[in-house]
């Protein structure tokens, strides 16, 4: 299954937005099984006590049958006005010459396992040959006597107690017996509460706030704790980008959270102690490389000096000029990527100015042109910056005789794009231009170092530079420096 389209919905960012996320699709997806499972039950329940009830309801129908039929033929008549002067029954019960014929309601699941019920019960104990029918009716289409009088056209005391129920307008069960030839007996009534209405209730009331409710207190209660979870781990990001950043004083993360954030905590101030250690004994060891380098390659150049053969005179001066060469790359490289200086504001649009002021002529023409400029500071080194730019923009005065340099600025990062009209990289070189001493074919200035070292500083900025090749020719190179390094 193909689960692509999940990374193109929105998801929060932060740790606490995703796990909050996480825990109501959890949340949403657990209430909705057991919602539906409890009410699968429930209904199962209300189905069983409603065909209970109807069963019920049918021996009590079938007493009355009974009863009746033990009466005379002619008291019948007389004993049914009785009961409706006194007030009637349940049942609203009457003798009629025929079966009424009456609009039937849908059935449904509920209503077909009432009737099932009420004809079973009725055909084992009156026999089943006995001629009946049992059906819904809506109070508006409900029949009585044999005149077919609606229900509203009697008196409030003979029907309407025992067949309405305000302000439900539940069903009436409507069952018809042949007693004996050209005499039926009527019998209407409502199903006993409950299961007056007959319908499906969805989840109750109390049910849905139970679930509202502890879904947003489970919520509150997991935000609050990854929120305090996540605050060392705040802490920690915040002293990486520091560090990164090259602060000279870089405290130790304060060590808290749960034991995992805890172990994360002191490997990262393990670490910061190594490499604090590293970057000092690395400068040390650099500085005195130099400074033992340099004599003894003066003290040979002297002697080469000294030679009378002047064919090996010039070998051991081009293997030392070989050497000096790589002495001072090698010197040059560390001393362009150290990251050990102060953050700052940077006047950005002033070091351009300064950068590219030889190469721009009074009137405005010239090998470097800039368009835009920087909306406000820049938080970053000044000098590994000044580096920076300049490596870019003199190979692009080197290789491609001019440059056109753009700037675009905005709260979420600073960038700097330089054109030059240059013959461009291969498609296949593009990031291998950035290694150490690379150079194309034809290219034999400099260390090839400058795109290297000014990738290495956009790296420690959080930033990067990228190669492209313009469709017009020439080549692209863009410095991106982000404003907020999270």
Known sequence: MDFKFLSKLPV???????????????ILLAQTLSSAIWLSQLRTTQLVGLVNSARSMA???NATVTYLRSLPLAYRPLVLDQMRSMGGTRFVVSLNDKPLVMDVLPTTQRKQAVLEAVDQVLRQSLGADVDLSVKFVSPQDLRIFNAGL???????????????????????????IQMAPGEWLYIASLLPQPYTSLEEEGLPALQLWFIVLSSLFLLMFIGLLVHWQSRPLKRLARVARDMSLGEDEVQP??????SEVVEVGRAFNTMRARISRYLTERGQLFSAISHDLRTPITRLRLRVELLDDE???????????????????????????????????????????????????????????LHGRAASAYPGKPLALRRCMGNLIDNALKYGTNAHLRIDDNKQAFVLTVDDEGPGVPQQRLEQVFEPHFRLAGQQQGYGLGLGIARSIAHSHGG???????????????LYLPRNVD
């Open 150 to 176: 609606k229900l509203d056209e009697l008196p409030r005391s003979w029907a309407h107690f025992a067949l309405t129920l305000e302000p439900v307008d539940p069903p009436v069960l409507v069952t018809q």
């Open 59 to 61: 021996h009590s129908m």
């Open 311 to 369: 064919q090996l005179q010039y070998k051991f001066g081009r293997d030392l000029d070989e050497l000096e060469m790589l002495v001072k790359g090698a010197l040059q490289c560390v001393k362009d990527t150290d990251i050990h200086e102060n953050i700052e504001p940077v006047d950005v649009n002033g070091l351009l100015d300064c950068l590219i002021e030889p190469y721009v002529l009074p009137h405005g023409n010239g090998r470097v042109t």
């Open 464 to 478: 990067e530079v990228s190669l492209q090749n313009l469709r017009a020719g020439g080549l692209r190179v863009t």
């Open 253 to 258: 993360v304060e060590v808290g959270g749960g």
């Open 12 to 26: 929060p960012r932060s740790l606490l937005g995703r796990m909050l996320l996480l825990t109501l699709l959890a």
